[in-house]
């Protein structure tokens, strides 16, 4: 089996309520192999998101460790992390935060220019990469002219433009049918086959896991099975 590309090892993450600590995570250890589709599976309020958080660097465990591409996430300062999220690091979240008067074109674009990608190379890139999830004819288009479904894949093209190490994907298909959530999955299975992307999703849909690689299922902040 190939190193992995992320370890996260007893990792905790505790908030503090007024006089009280919730316990978002306990203990929880996970690998991420490269070039695989994995998903942290749980209801609302299981911990897989504040988990997400933390293996893509927008969170820190309150104890535990989290080794990404080789380095320790937490002995990073904050702008290393910055760094490490702007160039091994793409984001899909549930509200797809595409920029509504930016075509999808350019709203790829925008995120090939916020991580300091090549200006002249963006256009070419920008228009591969819709071309990769099936948008080669809607790139155009403005979000309020798309399906939520085509919304979501313009999130996931922005998301790979700049070649990341790993994709994360925040609840990607909770706003679409079972049908379009599908597709969308699809679409990442097809990054991993074919532009060997590493991609980590949270969902709590059951129909999505024949097609995970590996699956952690969270409950009250725990890993009760994998």
Known sequence: ??????????????????????????????????????????????GKTTLLNILGALDMPTKGDVEFDGELLTQLTEAQRDEVRRQKIGFVFQSVALMSSMTARENVEFGLRVAGYDPAKRR????YCLEIVGLSKRMDHRPHEMSGGEQQRVAIARALAHNPKVIFADEPTAELDTAM???????????????G???????????????ADRVYTLQDGEIIHE
Request: glycine fraction near 6%; include cysteine.
């Open 1 to 46: 089996m190939a190193q992995p590309m992320i370890t996260a090892n007893h990792v905790c993450r505790y908030f503090t309520m007024g006089p009280n600590t919730v316990k978002a995570l306990e203990d929880v250890s996970v690998s991420i192999q490269p070039g695989q589709l994995t998903i942290l599976r749980g209801r609302s309020g299981s």
């Open 124 to 127: 070419e890139r920008a228009r």
């Open 181 to 195: 959530g599908l597709q969308i999955v699809k679409v990442f299975r097809e990054l991993i086959e074919n532009e």
């Open 197 to 211: 992307a590493t991609v980590v999703m949270t969902t709590h849909d059951p129909s999505m896991m024949e097609i």
